[in-house]
């Protein structure tokens, strides 16, 4: 038995997101993606943690239902304080089982000073390991999760404020971490060389700003779809597979400074250093370049062995996972146009209520499926994308890559 979950999301509370993330929306797009389970977000903003209490149905098992969705309690704080005598900006993803956990932690964070009504994403004058030492405190069931943990600004690996280590980072609380989001600019294959995420899950979730982000990363868990389920596939590594982007595709995969639109690989930064050739300032040191500096990341990726079905597999048996280029993303190529555009719009709700969601399309449908439903132009743009047959020009420095299926296409308009 498996289940897809994706446990990274924000609502219409969280800075800079959708005013389109409401309960009802989500529960028709998860359907739309193929999820089986969705993270809330954003249980500490009082607003939205009462929509949550009105609307959510428990079920047994510990989670939540509505309009035939399952959901998680989650959500996701940034941890801004000083440790080593350096600045630390950490975001950490935290579920729980109730309501009940979710509002004595509330009322502790609100009795510390945290102003929770500000930000569904809100920012605690704490560090990472005493936040979870007191959720863990509050409740024993909660799961910490350490998010996007390269990137350079919060992450928890991140060059600008992060640290060399888990342990550094959680201290005593390190063991209790029994899992890590990789990210949208980082894979699976990337991780598997760093020697402290041997026996850790790496999971992957889409940190969705807007309803259409949602499951461009998924986590495929394997166990019964519930709490106890859940937590027991993240503590023991029970990842069926990840659907990732294509990591280069993520806005700080490269190093580079965006002002003087310079854009840097590791071998570039040997070669010329990390201050920005243009100006001079710091470069913002990307996620491939702290990777390779955490690791010996040939060694990872030598060990990642594509088959015939997309998956890229590990000879030493970590969770296998797959590169995909979003459904609308492969739709608005092949016709010019945005992703926005009415005319993407419609051809992706065709093509993913003909095969019962975009996880399946993407990940699973048969060629011939696939041409049935959508053509076979873009059948074959989904063929190619599983596949890796992509030409990717890398992100940097909170500038997305940008992923082309059909190298010759005129550009979207």
């Not at 739309?32 to 389970?37: A, I, P, R, W």
């Not at 704490?126 to 409740?139: G, P, Q, V």
């Not at 609308?328 to 709700?349: C, D, H, M, P």
Request: with cysteine; glycine share 10%.
């Amino acid at each position: 038995m498996s289940f897809a979950a994706d446990l990274h999301l924000h609502s219409r509370y969280a800075y800079a997101c959708s005013k389109n993330l409401s309960l009802e929306n989500m529960a028709t797009w998860a359907k739309l993606k193929g999820l089986d389970l969705l993270a809330t977000g954003d249980f500490t903003h009082p607003m939205w943690r009462q929509e949550l209490r009105q609307k959510l149905e428990m079920v047994s098992g510990g989670l939540f239902v509505f309009q035939g969705v399952r959901f998680v309690l989650g959500t996701e704080v940034s941890c801004v304080y000083s440790q080593g005598g350096r600045a630390r900006r950490v975001h950490v993803l935290l579920l729980a089982p109730d309501f009940a956990t979710v509002d004595r932690l509330c009322l502790a964070l609100g009795e510390g000073g945290s102003k929770l009504e500000g930000d569904g994403r809100p920012t605690l004058r704490m560090s990472a390991r005493d936040f979870t030492a007191m959720a863990l405190e509050i409740n024993p069931e909660c799961i910490v999760i350490p998010a996007h943990v390269w990137t350079p600004w919060y992450g928890m690996f991140g060059s600008k404020s992060g640290f060399d280590s888990l342990e550094e980072c959680f201290l005593d609380m390190a063991p209790r971490i029994r899992a890590v989001e990789t990210g949208l600019s980082s894979d699976p294959a990337m991780n598997w060389a760093i020697p402290e995420l041997e026996d850790r899950a790496i999971v992957s979730f889409s940190d969705a700003h807007s309803l259409p982000k949602m499951g461009r990363e998924v986590t495929v868990f394997e166990g019964d779809l519930s709490y106890p389920g859940l937590a027991q596939a993240l503590a023991t590594n029970g990842v069926a597979y990840t659907v990732e982007f294509y990591p280069e595709e993520g806005k700080y995969h490269y190093s580079g400074h965006r002002k003087c639109g310079v854009r840097l690989s590791p071998e570039d930064i040997r070669r010329m250093g990390t201050r920005c050739p243009s100006c001079g300032r710091p470069l913002t040191l990307g996620v491939l370049h702290q990777i390779r500096q955490a690791s010996c990341l040939s060694a990872g990726m030598s060990d990642a062995l594509i088959d015939g079905d997309g998956f890229i597999r590990s000879a030493r048996g970590r969770p296998p996972f797959m590169r995909l280029v979003p459904l609308l993303e492969i739709i608005a190529e092949n016709l010019g146009r945005g992703t926005a555009s009415k005319g993407v719009q419609q051809e992706y709700l065709h093509v993913v209520r003909e095969l019962g969601g975009e996880l399946r399309v993407l990940a699973h449908a048969g060629a011939a499926d696939l041409e049935a439903a959508a053509g076979e132009r873009i059948a074959q743009g989904i063929l190619k994308a599983r596949l890796g047959d992509v030409t990717v020009e890398p992100g940097y420095d909170g500038v997305y890559g940008t992923v082309r299926v059909w190298p010759d296409a005129p550009p979207t308009r």
